[in-house]
């Protein structure tokens, strides 16, 4: 789990997408039939999300069934003859065919496809004499193809039936072996994509060597009552045979008629083992499990390309995928924690999550249940059902609607978010932050001795002004505070205000809108406080959000920061109107300019800092204000002091000046408005991509400043970077 919900000294932050912004999820346990034990598992549901199949104990035995919210439980029957022994192991996208096994005779088990009338249909086996076993896993969408394990001729096989044409075998794959010896294989069918054509599972083969051991005979002392030695008795021991196995391994496939049975490979480390359990309906995501090092984890091929997916903190490395959506960007199945099995879902963009904690953070009472396992999922995602440990301790099946509400809590915060979130309730010092200034609060019980309180706070990284708050320790009555650029007391301290309430703290990243809200019973949740844009920011910027409506000794209350990206990066810049100098620079060249009085041989003096295009990887202009009234000018070489021979580059102009830093790899635009919704673009984007440095840049609006345009605004915007 990434992030938890905690009170006071903690917060949840959460992102909330449009497919999810208003739902919360759903939890139900589907019960069992009545009689036998107290147990039900569900084995898989339809893509629509409607139907649930699975196994149940009833007073006849163990029974196939099919779940439904109108119907509840209804079971499948058995085939006739023999012990009542069902199992429903998938079901078609509509619900209504259902796979499994059925069993007749003395313990005769067979692949069984329910079609919905009144007998199951028997699928037989690959082989026709000798031992015979089959079982169906999985189905089509159509319910018209089944797959599983099926006796055959030379051992267990994986199996595709079709209907109207029966059962086919679909071989096993042959291992790269190390060893020589007598090989054996096996496979198994478990799924079948939706459209019928790629069917998923495992081929696993075993290296041995039989020794014969020869015969040998053995002297057995033999005693009376007493125990006294009365002869020998001579045991022979016949020959037999003893079976080593040299080496085995399972590998995960995939089989489609044109291709036949394809290795999908397995994790680096530890012994050969995978298997592959659903298939997304393009058949390009395949969900399973495989091995390393350090455990079993659950695995992902997309395009062919294995990775794992890690598994819950605390216990053993133990994760398996078990199905997966259509589009194959979630997939569910079970890890470990602490406690034990855990039911998991995974998503593609935002990793794993425990749907036990997921269910409780959002909410959800889940009244003693345990879910220790995810077995199916609906093709939109929505739906998920699975298995656990009932309040009464008995194993039973369960089904989430509305599943993917629960990724809101897997949703990461922007980097630095979560880590530096803190939440502290007390009293604080509330004052408006200058954009490019530092601060140091100073506390004092005398007003002459002053200490510095926390640490040295910048706003070197923001756009903008915004208000700010830093925690006190000591109570505002006994004690006095300022706000200063040092640690000292100066005419330069900011003004505060002493505030009581809780601070959420934590360091913002450009180019994102953040919007703190609180709640009492993790179910309603008030937003408080005006959303906070860092689009204009240039980096990260410590922050505070406060909330003032709770009084420090109320029992509880939750915080979460709800974030989203902003549409455009804005460039913090400044603005002049009016006649401004004009120099068109050439590439590492420095300049100065200077002026004196007009019509006088006064001493030339600088005109601000010497400029350049120092970082740019292309030539442009530098602008600056002139003093009024005007002066004479002139642009020297800062080193020399020396007028520069070529002073047609310096030229007069007047408008409004917007001067701002670019960074390099980046783009930039300036933007005029007269409403604030429609932008207007000010001369050519300035292109950064090949810069080697920040360089400062100048761009002029020319007109009139004596006659200026009213209720103009201008902006920098950055495009080229994504937030």
Known sequence: MRFSLLHLTAASLLAIPTWAANSQAIFQGLGDLSGGANSSSATGVSEDGITVS????????????????????????????????????????????????????TGVVRAT???????????????????????????????????????????????????????????????????????????????????????????????????????????????????????????????????TVLEQGTQAFSWTSAGGMVALGDLSGGGLFSEANAISNDGTVIVGGGQHGAGNEGVVWTNGVISSIGDFDGGDTASLLTDVTADGTIAVGQGTDALGEAALIWSSEFGIGNLNTLLAEQGVNLGGWRLTSATGISSDGQVIVGNGINPSGDPEAWRITD???????????????????????????????????????????????????????????????FEHALPITLEPSSSFYLLGPSSVPSEADTPITMIQGTLLQFTSERGYIYQPAYSDDLVTWTPFGSPLNTSSDLGPVERTFI????????????????????????????????PVFKVNMQLDTPY???????????????????????????????????????????????????????????????????????????????????????????????????????????????????????GVSYRVVETGLEP
């Not at 086996?125 to 030379?154: H, M, P």
């Not at 020794?211 to 020998?232: K, W």
């Not at 915080?559 to 009016?578: A, E, K, N």
């Not at 970082?615 to 080193?639: E, I, K, N, Q």
């Open 54 to 105: 699975g196994i149940s104990s009833s007073t006849a035995g163990t029974e196939a069934f099919k779940w439904t919210e109108v119907g509840g439980l209804v079971v499948l029957s058995d085939i006739e003859g023999g012990n009542v022994s069902a199992g429903a192991m998938g079901v078609s996208s509509n619900g209504a065919m259902t796979c499994g096994f059925g069993t007749f005779g």
């Open 113 to 243: 496809r329910w079609d919905g009338t009144a007998a199951p249909t028997q699928l037989g086996t690959l082989n026709t004499s000798g031992y015979r076993y089959s079982q169906g896993a999985g189905i089509s969408a159509d319910g018209s193809r089944v797959v599983g394990i099926s006796s055959s001729a030379s051992g267990l096989r994986a199996f595709v039936w079709v209907s109207g044409t029966g059962m086919s075998n679909l071989g096993f794959l042959i291992p790269n072996a190390t060893q020589s010896g007598d090989f054996a294989y096996s496979s198994e069918a478990n799924a079948i994509s939706s459209n019928g054509q790629t069917v998923v599972g495992s081929s696993s083969y075993t290296v041995s060597e039989t020794v014969t051991i020869p015969g040998r005979t053995e002297q057995l002392p033999r005693y009376d009552d007493e125990g006294n030695l009365i002869g020998y008795e001579t045991i022979y021991y016949p020959p037999y045979d003893q079976t």
């Open 403 to 465: 599943a993917l509400s629960l990724l809101n809590i897997l949703i990461p915060p922007p980097a630095g978010l979560q880590e530096s979130l803190k939440v502290v309730r007390g009293h604080a010092a509330r004052f408006s932050a200058e954009r490019g200034r530092s601060y140091q609060l100073l506390e004092s019980t005398n007003l002459a001795t002053w200490t510095t309180e926390g640490e040295l706070f910048s706003t070197t990284n923001a756009g903008e002004a």
């Open 547 to 578: 909330d003032t409506s709770v009084s420090l000794d109320h029992p509880k209350r939750f915080y979460r920061i709800d974030t989203t990206q902003s549409d455009t990066l804005t460039v913090p810049f400044d603005l002049h109107v009016g």
């Open 592 to 710: 100065q300019l200077q002026t004196r009085p007009r019509f006088t041989n006064d001493p030339w003096e600088n005109l601000g800092e010497p400029f350049s295009t120092e970082g740019a990887a292309t030539p442009h202009s530098y602008f600056t204000a002139m003093p009024l009234p005007r002066p004479s000018f002139r642009v020297v070489t800062p080193s020399s002091g020396e007028p520069l021979a070529d002073q047609t580059i310096l030229t007069l102009a007047d408008g409004a000046l917007i001067s701002f830093t670019s960074q390099p790899g980046s783009a930039y635009q300036v933007q005029k408005t007269t409403d604030g919704v429609t932008f207007a673009n000010v001369g050519a984007a300035i292109d950064t991509v090949s810069d080697t440095g920040p360089t400062s840049r100048n761009i002029l609006d020319p007109f009139d400043s004596t006659n200026p345009p009213v």
